[in-house]
Protein backbone atom coordinates (compact mmCIF):
# COMPACT_ATOMS: atom_id res chain seq x y z
CA UNK A 1 0.00 0.00 0.00
CA UNK A 2 1.24 3.02 -0.48
CA UNK A 3 2.65 5.85 1.82
CA UNK A 4 2.92 9.58 1.87
CA UNK A 5 5.15 12.26 2.93
CA UNK A 6 3.99 15.72 3.89
CA UNK A 7 6.66 18.42 5.31
CA UNK A 8 6.78 20.62 6.99
CA UNK A 9 4.17 19.21 9.23
CA UNK A 10 3.69 22.89 10.64
CA UNK A 11 4.38 26.43 9.39
CA UNK A 12 3.97 29.67 10.55
CA UNK A 13 4.34 32.48 7.83
CA UNK A 14 4.07 36.43 8.16
CA UNK A 15 1.26 37.55 5.69
CA UNK A 16 3.03 38.65 1.87
CA UNK A 17 5.38 36.11 2.42
CA UNK A 18 5.44 32.81 -0.32
CA UNK A 19 4.98 28.91 0.24
CA UNK A 20 5.71 26.10 -0.06
CA UNK A 21 4.48 22.34 0.87
CA UNK A 22 5.77 19.72 -0.47
CA UNK A 23 3.92 16.12 -0.84
CA UNK A 24 5.61 12.43 -1.97
CA UNK A 25 4.05 9.31 -2.80
CA UNK A 26 6.04 6.11 -2.44
CA UNK A 27 4.32 2.46 -3.09
CA UNK A 28 2.10 3.26 -6.07
CA UNK A 29 3.35 4.51 -9.61
CA UNK A 30 1.06 7.01 -11.65
CA UNK A 31 -1.40 8.08 -8.97
CA UNK A 32 -3.95 10.58 -8.83
CA UNK A 33 -2.76 13.19 -6.20
CA UNK A 34 -5.16 16.09 -4.72
CA UNK A 35 -4.39 19.31 -2.24
CA UNK A 36 -7.11 19.70 -0.04
CA UNK A 37 -7.46 22.74 3.45
CA UNK A 38 -9.08 22.52 5.90
CA UNK A 39 -10.08 25.67 8.21
CA UNK A 40 -10.29 25.32 11.73
CA UNK A 41 -13.55 23.16 12.77
CA UNK A 42 -14.89 22.97 9.09
CA UNK A 43 -14.82 20.30 5.97
CA UNK A 44 -12.30 19.50 3.05
CA UNK A 45 -11.75 21.87 0.59
CA UNK A 46 -10.64 20.64 -3.06
CA UNK A 47 -8.25 22.76 -4.30
CA UNK A 48 -6.27 20.95 -6.74
CA UNK A 49 -5.89 17.74 -8.62
CA UNK A 50 -3.54 16.17 -10.69
CA UNK A 51 -4.03 12.84 -13.02
CA UNK A 52 -0.33 13.07 -14.61
CA UNK A 53 2.99 14.75 -14.31
CA UNK A 54 2.48 18.48 -15.56
CA UNK A 55 -1.31 18.16 -15.19
CA UNK A 56 -3.11 19.85 -13.01
CA UNK A 57 -6.82 21.23 -12.63
CA UNK A 58 -7.40 23.96 -10.31
CA UNK A 59 -10.68 23.64 -8.28
CA UNK A 60 -10.97 27.18 -6.49
CA UNK A 61 -9.59 30.54 -7.54
CA UNK A 62 -7.21 31.45 -5.09
CA UNK A 63 -3.78 32.90 -4.65
CA UNK A 64 -2.67 29.51 -4.64
CA UNK A 65 -0.65 27.26 -7.35
CA UNK A 66 0.26 23.50 -7.47
CA UNK A 67 2.80 21.54 -9.68
CA UNK A 68 3.54 18.07 -10.21
CA UNK A 69 6.88 17.94 -11.14
CA UNK A 70 7.54 14.13 -11.09
CA UNK A 71 4.77 11.08 -11.08
CA UNK A 72 5.00 10.83 -7.24
CA UNK A 73 5.66 14.46 -5.92
CA UNK A 74 3.23 17.47 -5.82
CA UNK A 75 3.94 20.59 -4.54
CA UNK A 76 1.38 23.56 -3.34
CA UNK A 77 3.00 27.05 -3.87
CA UNK A 78 1.99 30.62 -3.25
CA UNK A 79 4.20 34.03 -4.06
CA UNK A 80 2.16 35.69 -0.92
CA UNK A 81 0.22 34.14 1.53
CA UNK A 82 -3.23 35.79 3.10
CA UNK A 83 -4.39 35.65 6.22
CA UNK A 84 -7.32 33.09 4.72
CA UNK A 85 -4.60 30.68 3.40
CA UNK A 86 -4.23 29.94 7.55
CA UNK A 87 -5.78 26.14 7.66
CA UNK A 88 -4.67 22.08 7.60
CA UNK A 89 -3.09 20.87 3.81
CA UNK A 90 -3.52 17.71 3.43
CA UNK A 91 -2.31 15.90 0.48
CA UNK A 92 -3.97 12.63 -0.73
CA UNK A 93 -3.67 9.99 -3.30
CA UNK A 94 -5.71 7.89 -5.41
CA UNK A 95 -4.51 5.07 -7.22
CA UNK A 96 -5.56 4.45 -11.15
CA UNK A 97 -8.53 2.72 -11.24
CA UNK A 98 -9.16 2.60 -7.60
CA UNK A 99 -11.28 5.54 -6.32
CA UNK A 100 -9.98 5.31 -2.69
CA UNK A 101 -8.61 8.60 -1.50
CA UNK A 102 -5.48 8.11 1.41
CA UNK A 103 -4.39 10.96 2.96
CA UNK A 104 -1.09 12.28 4.29
CA UNK A 105 -0.37 13.11 7.84
CA UNK A 106 -0.78 17.05 6.83
CA UNK A 107 0.97 20.37 6.97
CA UNK A 108 -0.87 22.80 9.39
CA UNK A 109 0.04 26.24 8.22
CA UNK A 110 -0.66 29.90 10.26
CA UNK A 111 -0.12 32.86 8.74
CA UNK A 112 -0.09 35.80 10.76
CA UNK B 1 -22.67 21.78 -8.81
CA UNK B 2 -21.92 18.40 -6.95
CA UNK B 3 -22.90 18.87 -3.74
CA UNK B 4 -23.11 16.26 -0.51
CA UNK B 5 -25.18 16.80 2.25
CA UNK B 6 -24.78 15.41 5.67
CA UNK B 7 -26.98 15.25 8.66
CA UNK B 8 -26.14 16.41 11.43
CA UNK B 9 -23.77 18.68 12.03
CA UNK B 10 -23.29 17.35 15.54
CA UNK B 11 -24.39 14.50 17.03
CA UNK B 12 -24.41 13.45 20.97
CA UNK B 13 -24.93 9.84 22.11
CA UNK B 14 -24.60 7.60 25.39
CA UNK B 15 -21.92 5.39 25.68
CA UNK B 16 -23.54 1.82 23.90
CA UNK B 17 -26.12 3.20 22.00
CA UNK B 18 -26.20 3.34 18.24
CA UNK B 19 -25.19 6.69 16.17
CA UNK B 20 -26.75 7.10 12.59
CA UNK B 21 -25.13 9.47 10.06
CA UNK B 22 -26.58 10.72 6.95
CA UNK B 23 -25.92 11.86 3.46
CA UNK B 24 -27.43 13.02 0.41
CA UNK B 25 -25.45 13.25 -3.01
CA UNK B 26 -26.83 14.99 -6.08
CA UNK B 27 -24.68 13.54 -9.25
CA UNK B 28 -26.55 10.36 -9.79
CA UNK B 29 -23.30 8.94 -11.86
CA UNK B 30 -21.81 8.75 -8.54
CA UNK B 31 -20.74 5.16 -7.78
CA UNK B 32 -18.56 4.84 -4.97
CA UNK B 33 -19.29 6.42 -1.13
CA UNK B 34 -16.51 6.29 1.13
CA UNK B 35 -16.53 7.18 5.40
CA UNK B 36 -13.65 9.36 6.64
CA UNK B 37 -12.88 9.34 10.43
CA UNK B 38 -10.85 12.89 11.50
CA UNK B 39 -9.51 12.62 15.05
CA UNK B 40 -8.33 15.64 16.38
CA UNK B 41 -5.80 17.21 14.95
CA UNK B 42 -5.23 14.06 12.60
CA UNK B 43 -5.93 13.18 9.13
CA UNK B 44 -8.81 11.36 7.98
CA UNK B 45 -8.68 7.76 7.76
CA UNK B 46 -10.64 5.33 5.61
CA UNK B 47 -13.30 3.61 7.62
CA UNK B 48 -15.90 2.25 5.61
CA UNK B 49 -17.26 2.34 2.02
CA UNK B 50 -19.67 1.04 -0.19
CA UNK B 51 -19.83 0.95 -4.19
CA UNK B 52 -23.23 1.60 -6.15
CA UNK B 53 -23.80 -2.02 -6.71
CA UNK B 54 -24.33 -3.06 -2.97
CA UNK B 55 -27.23 -1.76 -0.97
CA UNK B 56 -25.14 -2.30 2.66
CA UNK B 57 -21.90 -3.50 3.76
CA UNK B 58 -21.06 -4.37 7.45
CA UNK B 59 -17.27 -4.26 9.22
CA UNK B 60 -17.93 -5.19 13.04
CA UNK B 61 -19.91 -2.41 15.18
CA UNK B 62 -20.09 -0.08 11.39
CA UNK B 63 -22.04 -0.27 8.66
CA UNK B 64 -23.29 1.53 5.92
CA UNK B 65 -26.62 1.66 3.14
CA UNK B 66 -27.11 2.88 -0.03
CA UNK B 67 -30.30 3.86 -1.33
CA UNK B 68 -29.64 4.71 -4.90
CA UNK B 69 -32.97 5.89 -5.93
CA UNK B 70 -32.93 8.40 -3.28
CA UNK B 71 -29.89 9.21 -3.58
CA UNK B 72 -28.99 8.70 0.02
CA UNK B 73 -26.19 6.86 2.27
CA UNK B 74 -25.95 6.19 5.94
CA UNK B 75 -23.35 5.28 8.41
CA UNK B 76 -24.41 3.53 11.67
CA UNK B 77 -22.10 2.81 14.42
CA UNK B 78 -23.61 0.96 16.98
CA UNK B 79 -22.39 -0.12 20.61
CA UNK B 80 -20.54 3.32 20.40
CA UNK B 81 -17.09 3.61 22.69
CA UNK B 82 -15.48 7.01 23.64
CA UNK B 83 -12.64 6.28 20.82
CA UNK B 84 -15.76 6.49 18.71
CA UNK B 85 -15.61 10.29 19.10
CA UNK B 86 -14.55 11.88 16.38
CA UNK B 87 -15.84 13.87 13.03
CA UNK B 88 -16.68 11.60 10.68
CA UNK B 89 -17.10 12.81 6.39
CA UNK B 90 -18.97 11.29 4.33
CA UNK B 91 -18.16 11.51 0.26
CA UNK B 92 -19.08 10.48 -2.91
CA UNK B 93 -16.52 9.60 -5.67
CA UNK B 94 -17.61 10.30 -9.74
CA UNK B 95 -15.52 9.04 -12.61
CA UNK B 96 -12.78 7.52 -10.32
CA UNK B 97 -11.12 10.41 -8.75
CA UNK B 98 -13.75 13.23 -8.38
CA UNK B 99 -14.75 12.96 -4.64
CA UNK B 100 -16.78 15.28 -2.67
CA UNK B 101 -17.38 15.48 0.85
CA UNK B 102 -19.73 16.45 3.13
CA UNK B 103 -19.36 19.14 5.44
CA UNK B 104 -18.42 16.56 8.59
CA UNK B 105 -20.30 15.28 11.51
CA UNK B 106 -18.49 15.71 15.32
CA UNK B 107 -20.31 12.80 16.57
CA UNK B 108 -19.30 12.89 20.83
CA UNK B 109 -20.42 9.62 23.32
CA UNK B 110 -20.44 10.04 26.66
CA UNK B 111 -18.77 7.57 28.95
Known amino acids: SQTIHQWPATLVQPVGSPLSLECTVEGTSNPNLYWYRQAAGRGLQLLFYSVGIGQISSEVPQNLSASRPQDRQFILSSKKLLLSDSGFYLC???????????FGPGTRLTVL | GENVEQHPSTLSVQEGDSAVIKCTYS??????FPWYKQELGKRPQLIID?????GEKKDQRIAVTLNKTAKHFSLHITETQPEDSAVYFCAATTGGFKTIFGAGTRLFVKA
Open chain 1, 92 to 102: ACGGRGRDTQY
Open chain 2, 27 to 32: DSASNY
Open chain 2, 50 to 54: IRSNV
